[in-house]
């Protein structure tokens, strides 16, 4: 059961844009026939991506004050 609330309207279609675009860009097709690992790769680079987005974002925060 998830209990986690979208905090951002349209997040959760985001979310599933950038799965589905990084899996195309690795050339991993997604889907129940696909190993754990490349799905697992795809949420890594999902981490990595976002992680390097809320840096540009709170560097321009800190940079605007």
């Known amino acids: 059961m998830n209990n986690n609330k979208l905090v951002v309207p349209g997040s959760k279609q985001a979310i599933e844009n950038l799965k589905y675009e990084i899996a195309n860009e690795l050339g991993i097709k997604l ?30 925060v800190k940079n605007y004050k």
């Open 31 to 60: 889907g129940a026939d696909t190993s754990s690992r490349l799905n697992g790769t795809v949420g890594g680079m999902m981490t990595k991506k976002l992680v390097e987005v809320g840096k540009q974002y709170y560097n321009n």
